[in-house]
């Protein structure tokens, strides 16, 4: 019971977390306009949700707080995860986003409901599958090395 709350808890969080970004984003003219297309935002959001949340160690304090018990580390130097799988992985996040956007636009009309539901959806199927967990070891496998 208490898992359950809890990821329910971590999907609203995350679902939080992406509307601040939908909400930083719209505040430049470009991007709230019809120059940008709903399906760009859609991407940049997921984007920048997956980036800024490694940026801003986000997933460092998630994979430490839910993880770090389940792994062990060889070493206490601290190297960088690979920007080149955080770009990618983001890359795939903001698919994700335009895909599941285009499903949900018929159920909903506001965009910020549209990323919200994106983002603990995401969250919710991603911790289910074990994706979470797989990001966290590789990450912290990396960290420790």
């Known amino acids: 019971m208490y898992l359950h709350f809890k990821l329910i808890f ?19 003219s470009f991007f ?4 940008v297309s709903f399906q760009t935002q859609l991407f940049v959001i997921g984007f920048a949700k997956h980036f800024f949340g490694w940026i801003f160690g986000l997933q460092k304090y998630y994979c430490f707080k839910t993880y770090k018990s389940s792994f062990s580390k060889n070493s206490t130097s601290l190297s960088l995860y ?16 335009i895909f599941l956007g285009q499903l949900l636009q018929s159920f909903f009309k506001e965009k910020v409901w549209i990323i919200a539901c994106i983002a603990a959806l ?17 990450y912290l496998i990396n960290m420790f090395k």
């Open 82 to 97: 690979p920007f080149r799988s955080i770009v990618l992985q983001s890359v795939g996040e903001g698919a994700l986003f």
């Open 32 to 35: 709230n306009n019809n120059i």
């Open 10 to 28: 971590e999907s609203i969080l995350v679902a939080f977390y992406s509307i601040l970004i939908y909400y930083f984003f719209v505040s430049f």
């Open 122 to 138: 995401l969250h919710i199927v991603f911790d289910i599958m074990g994706v979470h967990k797989m990001f966290c070891k590789y």
